[in-house]
């Protein structure tokens, strides 16, 4: 069981940045995929980025290449760092992890936190 808790959401401007970090227990993201996942009101969640620590390969949406960077400096914590932000990028943002399973399909994920709001006002 890996219990996962993100921070760092809040309100932020049109062009703004915010970091969101994912906080996991047993030093998780030495061994468990992580992914970002972000669902807007009435709509599907939808992926974001994602990290393989086995494969050491980072992906990302379309929607986040160029302006979302994944990254982790300890076991225990990853981020996604958010620049240039935009009113479509208002939404509850997810940290996911897994064992095994990697890539952009929220399925592909056993664990999840709890979300942290990020609202971008334009």
């Known amino acids: 069981q890996v219990h996962l808790v993100e921070s760092g959401g809040g309100s932020v401007q049109a062009g703004g940045s915010l970091r969101l970090s994912c906080t996991a227990s047993?030093?998780?993201?030495?061994?468990?995929?992580v992914g970002w996942f972000r669902q807007a009101p009435g709509k599907e969640r939808d992926f974001v980025a994602a990290?393989?620590?086995?494969?050491?390969?980072t992906t990302y949406a379309d929607a986040a290449k160029g302006r979302f960077t994944l990254s982790s400096d300890n076991p225990e914590t990853v981020y996604l760092q958010m620049n240039s932000l935009k009113p479509e990028d208002t939404a509850i943002y997810y940290c996911a992890a897994n064992w095994g399973r990697f890539g952009a399909a929220a399925s592909n994920y056993d664990y999840w936190g709890q979300g942290t709001q990020v609202t971008v006002s334009s």
């Open positions: 047993k030093r998780a993201f030495t061994s468990y995929n």
């Open positions: 990290f393989s620590p086995f494969a050491g390969v």
